[in-house]
Structure formats: structure tokens, C-alpha cells
């Protein structure tokens, strides 16, 4: 069975550019989540889908931006990028909203963004 | 801001020692505690996970030891092996679906 799957796996953009992250769940997962994780830190929560609507949002600027499709696939758009935006961005996935005991979260290996 | 306090930030055991890895949640209302498993250039994996109202879980070698008073949580690893040199989460979760708040991680290495 695939797991989460994110593309692409590395990405370099300058400063000021826009960036679109793609992430497609575990097969009959219908919630998505996006993490950041910066080296050395661990994964900080962004956004939170579940059929396609947002469920949740950590604390990021405005610049960040989430949708999830009728698929249950999901993109992650950051606008206007800041060196500080460089990041290891993860997406998951679950069956139920989120994540708990008995519908815990899967990642994907990640898209690296480095902003230059 | 960091709601899980993690301990050791780096760790080092021999092959065959037992690794152990601290966390302590402020949140009482949390009731979801798992631990992930990152090797470079991957992502988290999930490793074992508990609930509040069980005082330990075991799942082979990895052990998690919750103690609900003092608000703090502990991994495990026995017989440790250099297969298992990697960073650890700890993080904590609500019911109902909430987002996970990880702790800073651990990186492990194991010693042949």
C-alpha cells in the first residue's frame, strides 16, 4: 500500500517567490495535515483538512495557504517567501479528523524548501 | 511555543544498552501521547503511542511509562541496537482529532 506521498521532494526558490507543495493521503484518509519542521526542531502544526474543509490552523502568517480537493489530496501554498520559511514541510494523514489513539497520524517524507 | 518539554536533546548507548528518553506535557486536557521515529531524510514515523488512563505500553523493545501525576512520559528502547540510531518525538494530542504539539526530539545514537 503507497503511503503519503508528497511532491517534490526538494525545491529552491528565491525570496519573494510563491510556492505550491502537493501531498496525496493514504488511501481512504480523508483528513490532511501540514507540519513545518525546521532542522533541528520538531514538526509545528499549520493546517488541518477533513473533507475539504479546514479544521484547524497554527499560528503562521497569513501567507500560508491550504486547500484539499474532492480527492482528498491536498496543496499547501506559501506566498511572498522568507528565508525563514526554509523547512523540511510535511504533510499527513488519517482516517479520522486529526489525530488520536485510534486514527493516528502518517506522514510523508517531505518536500525540502530552501529559500534563497 | 513548545508545549512538551523533551530530555535528553542527544543521547548516546551501547549496542545492547537501554535507551531512555524523557517528555513532560503541561496540558492535563491531553489524552493522546505518541512517540515518532525520524531517520534523515525521512519523515516521523509513528513508533507507539498511549493514553492517560495506562500506567505503561510495551510493543517489543519500546516501552512507554506514563505517569499521569507527575505529568511526565518516558520511551524506552531496551536492547538497543545501532538500527535504532535516530531522532525521537514525543508529542501530545487531544480527543477528537486535534493537531499533535511535538516535543524538541532526541537524537540517538547507538554504538556497534
Known amino acids: 500500500d503507497a503511503g503519503v506521498t508528497q511532491s517534490p521532494t526538494h525545491l529552491i526558490k528565491t525570496r519573494g517567490q510563491h510556492v505550491t507543495l502537493r501531498c496525496s493521503p493514504i488511501s481512504g484518509h480523508k483528513s490532511v495535515s501540514w507540519y513545518q519542521q525546521v532542522l533541528g526542531q520538531g514538526p509545528q502544526f499549520i493546517f488541518q483538512y477533513y473533507e475539504k474543509e479546514e479544521r484547524g490552523r497554527g499560528n503562521f502568517p497569513d501567507r500560508f495557504s491550504a486547500r484539499q480537493f474532492p480527492n482528498y489530496s491536498s496543496e499547501l501554498n506559501v506566498n511572498a517567501l522568507l528565508l525563514g520559511d526554509s523547512a523540511l514541510y510535511l504533510c499527513?494523514?488519517?482516517?479520522?479528523?486529526?489525530?488520536?489513539?485510534?486514527?493516528?497520524?502518517?506522514f510523508g517524507n517531505g518536500t525540502r524548501l530552501t529559500v534563497t | 511555543q513548545q508545549q512538551v518539554k523533551q530530555s535528553p536533546q542527544s543521547l548516546i548507548v551501547q549496542k545492547g544498552g537501554i535507551s531512555i528518553i524523557n517528555c513532560a506535557y503541561e496540558?492535563?486536557?491531553?489524552?493522546?501521547f505518541p512517540w515518532y521515529q525520524q531517520f534523515p531524510g525521512k519523515g516521523p514515523a509513528l513508533l507507539i503511542a498511549?493514553?492517560?488512563?495506562?500506567s505503561e505500553k510495551k510493543e517489543g523493545r519500546f516501552t512507554i511509562s506514563f505517569n499521569k501525576s507527575a505529568k511526565q512520559f518516558s520511551l524506552h528502547i531496551m536492547d538497543s541496537q545501532p538500527g535504532d540510531s535516530a531522532t525521537y518525538f514525543c508529542?501530545?494530542?487531544?480527543?477528537?482529532?486535534?493537531?499533535?504539539?511535538f516535543g524538541e526530539g532526541t537524537q540517538l545514537t547507538v554504538n556497534p
Open positions: 499527513a494523514s488519517s482516517f479520522l479528523p486529526g489525530s488520536s489513539y485510534n486514527s493516528p497520524l502518517h
Open positions: 498511549i493514553r492517560p488512563d495506562v
Open positions: 496540558n492535563t486536557a491531553f489524552d493522546y
Open positions: 508529542a501530545e494530542g487531544g480527543a477528537s482529532g486535534s493537531r499533535l504539539t
